[in-house]
DNA sequence: TCCTTTAGTTACTAATCGGAACCTACTTTT
DNA sequence: AAAAGTAGGTTCCGATTAGTAACTAAAGGA
């Protein structure tokens, strides 16, 4: 359990939206809600070929902390090799829509700058 | 230029979202958010009291990156001692609007699941 | 003279993150 | 029969990063 530096330090956070924030931020984890959100379950393999430069730790990390959370599905087949797939949760799928308001500001505001700079 | 863990080693983020979450994750990063929208136009003490347990640097730190990020208006006046106002920018306060949301979310699931523990 | 206030810096330390290598339990290749 | 490959991770360790504590400036007040 890796990826918890949540609200340990500080328990400012009376609000559970800001470990929600935590939650989602760092370096892959939305796009990980995005591949599952537009490709629907996959192995760990195939997210893993999908985001070239993820280590397999890294990754597992994202995925357990996604599980934790309850955005994700892990579904564990023990058959040799073993497979595992991944899916998104009502509540992932719920989460990935307010994502998408999030997505419109900031294309919006990316392209109003980029205008600007024009 | 500490909060800047962004897309650094990884280019993976075609999209500006990303960016944008990273901006606004962070231990008290959407703390500030709030203050500033709930109660418009602060200084820099009014903040640090509002907020007990943070330190100036790291107050400092979160405040050039949201006004960096061209969410939050800097005012600074050369008095002696010096007088730093903070305030939301039109920007901030859409932020704000979307972020509401997230929280609606993360509330709910809050709700739920201390039901279900109940 | 010394202390207080405001808004930060600097210096240092503690925690975290991520990459490389390794692992299991079986299957396929040589 | 031995070696290599597969799927999905762990473990170890170094490098970065984040945060706390102490310090600063410049004027006014006791």
């Given at each position: 359990m890796a990826t918890q530096k949540l609200n340990k330090t500080h328990?400012?956070?009376?609000?559970p939206m800001d470990s929600l924030l935590q939650t989602i931020s760092g370096p892959w984890t939305s796009y990980i809600l995005w591949l599952l959100s537009s490709q629907g379950t996959l192995r760990f393999g195939e997210l893993k070929a999908k985001m070239p430069g993820i280590s397999s730790k890294v990754l597992t990390e994202r995925l357990r902390m996604l599980e934790g959370a309850g955005l994700v599905n892990r579904d564990y087949k023990p058959t040799i090799p073993p497979s595992v797939s991944y899916s998104l949760t009502p509540r992932g799928t719920e989460l990935k829509d307010v994502l998408d308001g999030l997505n419109v500001l900031a294309l919006r505001w990316h392209a109003e700058d980029t205008e600007v700079e024009a």
């Amino acid at each position: 359990m890796a990826t918890q530096k949540l609200n340990k330090t500080h328990a400012h956070s009376a609000c559970p939206m800001d470990s929600l924030l935590q939650t989602i931020s760092g370096p892959w984890t939305s796009y990980i809600l995005w591949l599952l959100s537009s490709q629907g379950t996959l192995r760990f393999g195939e997210l893993k070929a999908k985001m070239p430069g993820i280590s397999s730790k890294v990754l597992t990390e994202r995925l357990r902390m996604l599980e934790g959370a309850g955005l994700v599905n892990r579904d564990y087949k023990p058959t040799i090799p073993p497979s595992v797939s991944y899916s998104l949760t009502p509540r992932g799928t719920e989460l990935k829509d307010v994502l998408d308001g999030l997505n419109v500001l900031a294309l919006r505001w990316h392209a109003e700058d980029t205008e600007v700079e024009a």
